[in-house]
């Protein structure tokens, strides 16, 4: 190969020059052999690294590597698997033809792109843009081969967005281990939010990650597990179990539990509190255990109507969960998840371990709160009280 070629290869990665780089032109056109790759820096925890990101006829692949790595495969991609590859630099944009009889010409032209700061701080770097192609999305059936979200999938997509804001905004502020991140999902279904979950944490964070979705669904859990092989989701895994009894051999850094039903979210919340998971993001779903309990004579003018007391039944359900959360330490707040006109369950719960222990003055003041509305307590606090985490002195 040239050594003009080589120079520049090494320059752009070993430099840390290249701003982003394509691909593309397979000299095979085979299988095996993917359409383009992609590569752009991005910083991680781990450090800075170079993301190849490979695109096949129904999947997309993602590697991060260091810049010396990077290099050495580029030197191949470039001289052996390409024809045509394209460099953008902040000094200037090169254009690398090979010809039929093996001649390499470079061609220098006038910067397309200014150079940018790495940051994860940036949320062009987290969420997902229109025309960005996701292998994920593909094989969900959100999204086309060239990237082209379905429109009667936009809502999907829109909410798998905003998931991703809150996940990007939690993970900032949390203390995690660097080595693995432990990940649960509670009543995954059919695990979009899931998938989009594996996808930021391991290939736009750079986190090793094993995660597990839980569902009562034979089939739903087949159809996941098939998704995850096909994607070579390697740490993904999809299990059929019951949120209150299904056993993890780990705690898990972070717990999810999206529209679980009634008290299917105390049960997963019961788990988070019990393993001092350090994230937790809840979004409840048919909140019905208050419904007929709650008494508050002020409030009779609006609690006589039924569909105003349901309302202000889930209102009064998550705070009082928002409350315990409180009380063992964790720094919560609630928050939207989605705009009304797409789903009445719109409030997530996010929850992020501060201070780990059992606090007698933030359970005081749910108690407080619990006997404003004529009770005695609520499903999660007695699980909590039941595995002993609530002192015997406070009970009651």
């Known amino acids: 190969m040239p050594d003009d070629l080589r120079g520049l290869l090494e320059h752009a990665f070993l430099n840390r020059a290249l701003l982003t780089g394509t691909f593309s032109s397979p000299a095979q056109k085979d299988a095996e052999t993917a359409k383009k790759i992609t590569v752009k820096p991005v910083k991680t925890k781990a450090g800075f690294v170079f993301q190849f990101e490979e695109f096949y006829a129904k999947r997309v692949l993602h590697e991060n590597l260091k810049p010396s790595a990077a290099f050495e495969k580029a030197v191949i991609l470039a001289r052996d698997t390409y024809r045509q590859t394209i460099l953008s630099l902040k000094e200037a944009d090169f254009h690398i033809f090979s010809t039929d009889r093996g001649e390499v010409k470079i061609l220098k032209q006038k910067p397309t792109r200014s150079e940018s700061a790495l940051s994860h701080d940036r949320p062009k770097n987290y969420r997902l843009a229109e025309n960005q ?166 409030l009779r003018p609006l609690m006589k109507h039924g569909i105003l007391k349901e309302k202000l039944s889930s209102l009064v359900t998550d705070a009082l969960r928002a409350s315990l959360l409180e009380a063992f330490g964790y720094e919560v707040s609630v928050m939207e998840f989605i705009d009304m006109e797409h789903t009445p369950k719109n409030v997530l719960i996010r929850a992020l371990l501060k201070k780990p222990g059992f606090h007698q003055e933030k359970y005081r003041a749910f108690q407080a709160f619990l006997k404003t509305w004529g009770l005695e307590a609520t499903y999660l606090e007695k699980g909590l009280a039941a595995r002993r985490l609530i002192p015997e002195s406070e009970e009651g």
């Open 133 to 298: 192609v996701a292998d994920y999305l593909i094989h969900l059936g959100i999204m086309n081969a060239d990237g082209m979200v379905f429109q009667k999938k936009y809502d999907k997509f829109r909410q798998i967005n905003k998931f991703l804001e809150f996940v990007e905004d939690a993970i900032n502020k949390a203390r995690l281990p660097e080595h693995r991140l432990r990940v649960i999902d509670f009543g995954c279904g059919k695990a979009y939010l899931t998938f989009a979950l594996y996808h930021y944490l391991t290939s736009v964070r750079g986190l090793s990650v094993e995660a597990t979705g839980l569902d009562l669904k034979e089939d739903v859990i087949a159809f996941c597990n098939r998704t995850a092989d096909e994607l070579e989701y390697r740490s993904l895994h999809f299990a059929v179990g019951d949120i209150a009894s299904y056993d993890f051999n780990e705690k898990p850094q972070l717990v999810v539990t999206l529209h679980a039903c009634d008290t299917a979210t105390d049960e997963a919340l019961l788990r988070a509190i019990q393993w001092q998971t350090d994230i937790i993001l809840s979004v409840p779903c048919c909140q019905h255990e208050l419904f007929p309990k709650i008494r508050n004579t002020e």
